[in-house]
């Protein structure tokens, strides 16, 4: 009588389950370019979030007519919106010691910069075509500072961002994005970078004026962690078609030390490092 029992019920639960809805379990839905960027950027914005830094770098130029070496002090604050003052010093060699200069990056237009030249006792503001130029003989240009700083907070108004497969930049995993630029002060048609996909840290951006070729390339890694904030500790830059780099050491680095207002202005500028 019990296995009776036991097969009548087995057979109405059976029958049961053959009348429920079948319900298939879909992958997780993979994250567009746009949100990867923004998860970022939440990042920057809360748990990696600096008010102002102070770094000592040492640089080094490579070309075919020899090498330039450098050393500089940089020191950086961040404003609402998105905006950025920045002012560095060189140290040396003595060429170039006494040098300074000063940015204020602005959110979706070019930055305002000037340059003290100390032998001549002046500052000029860069502007127009001279933004163009080379900084202080390296491959990054007064543009390419301005962009690498604005570059974070670009919106889908700025650069259209799409997501390419994934590859590893030198051993790293990354999430690999593409900005196709819209906007024409920006210079370059696209930009590609290589977002580290454990830590979100950019390890590799190409620059590219024209679709067929890169036209700068930069690499980024020895990255630490200070604090909550992951620096990288070197930064490699070509310039694809002159065959020439610029490498870039940090040698000290802090962060939040309540830097002085007055610091990152024309006249902080002209007084040079204190």
């Known amino acids: 009588m019990n296995i009776r029992l036991r097969s009548l019920a087995v057979a109405c639960i059976a029958a049961a389950a053959t009348m429920l809805p079948v319900v298939w379990s879909s992958p997780a839905r993979a994250e567009s370019a746009r949100e990867i960027l923004d998860r970022r950027k939440t990042l920057d914005d809360t748990v990696r979030r600096w008010t102002d830094r102070h770094q000592r770098l040492h640089i080094t130029v490579t070309d075919k007519v020899g090498e330039l070496v450098r050393e500089l002090d940089l020191y950086e604050r961040k404003l609402p919106g998105d905006e950025q003052q920045s002012v560095l010093f060189f140290t040396m060699p003595a060429d170039v010691k006494g040098m300074g200069f000063l940015a204020y990056t602005h959110k979706s237009r070019p930055a305002d910069q000037w340059l003290f030249l100390p032998e001549l006792a002046t500052t000029r503001r860069i502007a127009g075509r001279a933004r163009g130029e080379k900084f202080v003989g390296t491959d990054l240009s007064f543009h390419d500072l301005d962009l690498l700083n604005e570059m974070p907070a670009w919106t889908e ?10 590859e590893s930049a030198d051993g790293v995993p990354c999430h690999v994005i593409e900005y196709t630029t819209k906007r024409d002060d920006i210079g370059y048609k696209k930009v590609v970078l290589w977002l ?3 830590d979100l840290v950019p390890r590799r951006l190409e620059f590219w004026e024209d679709p067929s070729a890169a036209t700068k390339r930069l690499r980024q890694s020895d990255v630490r962690t200070i604090g909550a904030i992951p620096l990288p500790h070197k930064v490699e830059v070509e310039t694809l078609a002159a065959g020439s780099k610029t490498t870039i050491d940090v040698l000290e680095a802090q962060f939040n030390l309540g830097l002085e207002e007055d610091l990152f202005t ?8 204190r």
């Open 196 to 198: 580290g996909t454990d």
């Open 157 to 166: 108004e700025d650069a259209a961002s799409s997501l390419r497969s994934p």
């Open 266 to 273: 024309q006249r902080g500028l002209e007084r040079g490092k």
